[in-house]
């Protein structure tokens, strides 16, 4: 069993940062790779980034040169520094520890947190 819980989520207006965060309970943690995820009312959840067990980053186009994905093995925990956001980044975050290093590609294979809201306005 993973327990994965996010927080950073809020408001904020366009143009600003946010910096969310993702704890992870499990001592296997540097074992996973490690992917963000985002979701809007009545869309497909999407990938956002994903990070390998080495430290390779991967970014869909929407979020390239803006978002930084980052890990902190020592602290079990995943980070996703958003900057320059846009209304379109409005959407429910989600972590998820990634066994398989899926990446971007949504699949069963991987567990889930519980998700943190990001709301951006013009």
């Known amino acids: 069993q993973v327990q994965l819980v996010e927080s950073g989520g809020g408001s904020v207006q366009s143009g600003g940062s946010l910096r969310l965060s993702c704890k992870a309970s499990?001592?296997?943690?540097?074992?996973?790779?490690m992917d963000w995820f985002r979701q809007a009312p009545g869309q497909e959840r999407e990938g956002v980034a994903a990070?390998?067990?080495?430290?390779?980053?991967t970014y869909s186009d929407s979020v390239k040169d803006r978002f930084t994905i980052s890990r902190d093995n020592a602290k079990n925990t995943l980070y996703l520094e958003m900057n320059s956001l846009k209304p379109e980044d409005t959407a429910m975050y989600y972590c998820?520890?990634?066994?398989?290093?899926?990446?971007?590609?949504?699949?069963?294979?991987?567990?889930w947190g519980q998700g943190t809201q990001v709301t951006v306005s013009s």
């Open positions: 990070i390998g067990t080495d430290f390779t980053t």
């Open positions: 998820a520890a990634d066994p398989r290093c899926y990446g971007l590609e949504l699949t069963r294979y991987k567990y």
């Open positions: 499990v001592s296997t943690y540097s074992t996973y790779c």
